[in-house]
Nanobody, 126 residues
Framework: HVQLVEYGGGSVQAGESLRLSCVVS????????MGWFRQVPGNEREPLASIDSDGRTSVADSVKGRFTISQDNAKNTLYLQMDSLKPEDTAMYYC?????????????????????WGQGTQVTVS
């Protein structure tokens, strides 16, 4: 049973930082490609960043330079470091996973290609 659980959301002031964590279980972490997405009610789910089992990352232009994706394979944990947060970063943040063979460069930031999702963690920036 594959499970992804996000932690670390909360309310912060503009300019502050947050680090989100996503703990995964039920599969061998290193065989999957991981991603972070966010969604505001009424909007499409927005891609943020992805990382493959070799540590190669893709970051959306909208957050490049402010958000950093990383992982700790030994801890089965994915991270999203978010710096210089803005009010427009307010959203529900989700981590997602898909098998490594689906981790193609052109699809790493495509939400529809991910098979497993966490329940989300709310980030509010004021």
């Amino acid at each position: 049973h594959v499970q992804l659980v996000e932690y670390g959301g909360g309310s912060v002031q503009a300019g502050e930082s947050l680090r989100l964590s996503c703990v995964v279980s039920g599969y061998r972490y290193s065989t999957y490609c991981m991603g972070w997405f966010r969604q505001v009610p009424g909007n499409e789910r927005e891609p943020l960043a992805s990382i493959d089992s070799d540590g190669r990352t893709s970051v959306a232009d909208s957050v490049k330079g402010r958000f950093t994706i990383s992982q700790d394979n030994a801890k089965n944990t994915l991270y999203l470091q978010m710096d210089s947060l803005k009010p427009e970063d307010t959203a529900m943040y989700y981590c997602a996973a898909k098998p490594r063979y689906k981790c193609l460069p052109r699809s790493r930031l495509v939400s529809g290609t991910y098979n497993y999702w966490g329940q989300g963690t709310q980030v509010t920036v004021s």
